[in-house]
């Protein structure tokens, strides 16, 4: 932006947290007043609402130090309850891969033969336009009756929620490639085969790469509902967990969490697309 | 009539027209032959369907009539044997120049190793004086180098016949004639068969041995083959002080300008599709002696008279 002073933009971005955590401070200061109630209902429904404070919102001094908690344990295990934060990311990115990869097992064959295939386009394409909008989560009750495991079910909804963009993008992909460049191949008697992972899986990947960027953020959006849905273990159910705590600081901890890995995700996949992009 | 090394006999290609109205013809009744070793052009306003010759011969696009018969047998399909100089260079943008000849070297013989391909592909690259371009991006070469990749990739596979489709038209002049050049040089150290479209006239004259015009589409025919009547060994610097060069060149632009028009529709008269009429301009033979436009007939008047002093070739 301003090649003279490459520091101004993140002076600026600090200015604008700066701002928002002192708001932040601000609007969640508790008056402190005495204590009006009976001690033991006093600490059964916590400091706040026993000195009349009027909500249970932590400010930015109560989020700091269970962030340093989390941090500096994240890994603890004290039963079905009470996992330390790294736990329960690892689960949730542990289902994220494993659903987003067995779509990218489908999707990219399958929109290999859609994208080569005008035929087969059109034969799947009403299914795709319908089965596209569902929004992953109402798949969630089919899977769960048919799978009988709720695990499993997540892992499913993550699948069905990445495939689509995966697909669709591998198909415009692979119908997209240069005619000259497949002609080549034909002038030069390349086999089907090196021609599909020589010229089109090459010329489509750019394309691909982005299929499979969007669909990661689908999938990491998603899986905190399906999580909440199905309970047990990973960041969504923390988050719901907390909820039913009510540990405000603890559910901001973690929206923290889901926001960074999310950015981690996204960045990993545009840095694997930025390796396959060629210049024409 | 004796048998061509590639014979083209009663090629055309329709489209089909809208409901109710009759097929669209871009040419039909086509026939030529190329002998081994010869170059030939081909000229022809846009829209004769001299890319869809060329591709028919490629084995890329079918002809809705005709057959091509090369070496003896027909084509049916793109082959090695065929190679193609792509008018956009079709270069694979994620490979370096040296990939992309392997590519072709390394389908023409499956057989090689990594070593041999990589040898037998630099030998061509540097042919083309990209020798010490092997690694880089096509997106990093001008586009004179990158056609220049097009045809070493071509030229490597060791083609029994060269077909070139507009391989210069997006080349700026200097580096176009540096190029003509070059090919000028490749071809005639390797005696290559090449089929060539062009829409350069003095491009055509310098290469080519025979260049065929082609009239307007629809119904686009060839309306003549134009012998061009100088010694094999000319070049682009001294081509044009041989006066057979602009009786050539005069010819060639005034079928473009004028007659090309005549043979829309109907069939010009006494005009023998199957035996198109050899001219020769400005040497005996030729029925056609076109006036020098006024403008040339004082530059080239003291040359005009004299007779050509080279001796054409036999043919026909």
């Not at chain 1, 064959?109 to 989560?137: E, N």
């Not at chain 1, 299929?211 to 899986?223: K, P, T, Y």
């Not at chain 2, 061509?4 to 290609?13: N, P, R, T």
């Not at chain 2, 025979?210 to 061009?228: H, W």
């Given at each position: ?37 009976d001690?033991?209902?006093a ?15 932590p ?13 500096s ?9 009470d ?33 080569m295939?005008p ?12 089965l ?13 009756y ?64 982005t ?44 929206i ?23 210049k024409e | ?9 009663g ?48 084995g ?8 091509v ?49 990589e ?19 096509p ?27 507009e ?8 580096t176009?004639?540096t ?5 000028l ?44 009547t ?9 081509i ?7 009786r050539?060149r005069?010819?060639?632009v005034?079928?473009?300008v ?13 005009h ?26 004082s ?18």
């Amino acid at each position: 932006m301003n090649a003279k002073r490459p520091w101004l933009a993140p002076l600026l971005s600090l200015v604008f947290f700066a701002v928002f955590v002192g708001l932040w401070h601000l609007g969640t200061k508790q008056t402190v007043g005495e204590v009006i109630v009976d001690p033991e209902y006093a600490a059964l429904i916590g400091a706040a609402a026993a000195t009349g404070g009027q909500s249970a919102m932590p400010g930015p001094v109560d989020v700091a130090v269970k962030l340093w908690e989390h941090i500096s344990d994240p890994f603890y295990d004290r039963g079905t309850n009470d996992k330390g934060i790294g736990i329960q990311l690892g689960h949730s990115i542990a289902r994220v891969l494993v659903g987003f990869g067995l779509a990218a097992l489908v999707a990219i064959p399958l929109g290999f033969v859609i994208g080569m295939s005008p035929l087969v386009y059109k034969a799947l394409d009403p299914f795709i336009q319908v089965l596209k909008p569902i929004s992953p989560l109402a798949w969630m009750p089919l899977a769960l009756y048919t799978i009988k495991d709720s695990g499993i079910s997540a892992i499913f909804v993550i699948f069905i929620c990445s495939l689509w963009p995966m697909l669709i993008n591998t198909a415009f992909g692979v119908a997209a490639v240069r005619k000259d460049w497949l002609n080549v191949a034909r002038t030069l008697e390349v086999s089907r085969l090196r021609t599909a992972f020589q010229v089109i899986l090459p010329a489509a990947a750019p394309t691909i790469m982005t299929g499979m960027r969007i669909s990661v953020g689908i999938a990491w959006l998603v899986i905190v509902a399906a999580e909440m849905l199905v309970g047990g273990t990973g960041i969504g159910y923390f988050v719901w967990n907390e909820w039913n705590n009510l540990s405000i600081a603890n559910i901001i901890s973690a929206i923290l969490f889901i926001g960074l890995i999310g950015m981690v995700l996204d960045n990993t996949l545009a840095r694997l697309g930025r390796a396959v992009t060629y210049k024409e | 009539m004796t048998q061509h090394f590639l014979q083209v006999e009663g090629l055309a290609k329709r489209f089909p027209g809208p409901k109710g109205k009759d097929d669209l013809t871009v040419f039909e009744n086509i026939h030529f032959g190329i002998d081994k070793g010869e170059f030939v052009c081909i000229i022809g306003h846009s829209g004769c369907g001299k890319t869809t010759i060329l591709n028919v011969l490629a084995g890329l696009d079918e002809a809705s009539d005709g057959t091509v018969i090369m070496d003896g047998k027909e084509i049916y399909g793109p082959s090695l044997d065929r190679g193609v100089v792509f008018q956009g260079h079709a270069l694979l943008p994620w490979l370096t120049t040296l990939k992309n000849v392997e590519f072709g070297v390394r389908s023409r013989w499956p057989g090689w190793s990594a070593q041999q391909i990589e040898e037998h592909s630099t030998k061509y690259l540097e042919m083309v004086g990209l020798g010490s371009a092997l690694h880089k991006k096509p997106s990093e070469l001008s586009g004179g180098m990158k056609q220049r990749v097009g045809i070493a990739r071509a030229f490597a596979i060791q083609p029994k016949m060269l077909l070139l489709d507009e391989p210069f038209g997006a080349l700026d002049a200097l580096t176009r004639g540096t190029i003509q050049d070059e090919l000028l040089g490749i071809v005639q150290a390797t005696h290559q068969t090449v089929f060539m479209i062009t829409h350069d006239v003095d491009e055509a004259i310098l290469l080519a041995d025979k260049i065929m015009l082609m009239s307007n589409g629809p119904y686009a025919k060839i309306a003549e083959i134009v012998e061009v009547t100088m010694p094999r060994d000319r070049t682009r610097s001294t081509i044009h002080h041989d006066p057979q060069y602009y009786r050539i060149r005069n010819h060639l632009v005034d079928f473009l300008v004028n007659r090309s028009k005549d043979f829309a529709g109907a069939a010009a008269a006494g005009h023998d599709a199957r035996h198109p009429p050899v001219v020769r301009p400005g040497l005996e033979g030729s029925a056609e002696v076109v006036p020098m436009p006024a403008h040339l007939q004082s530059l080239s008047a003291k040359d005009a008279d004299r007779p050509a002093p080279l001796v054409s070739k036999a043919s026909a």
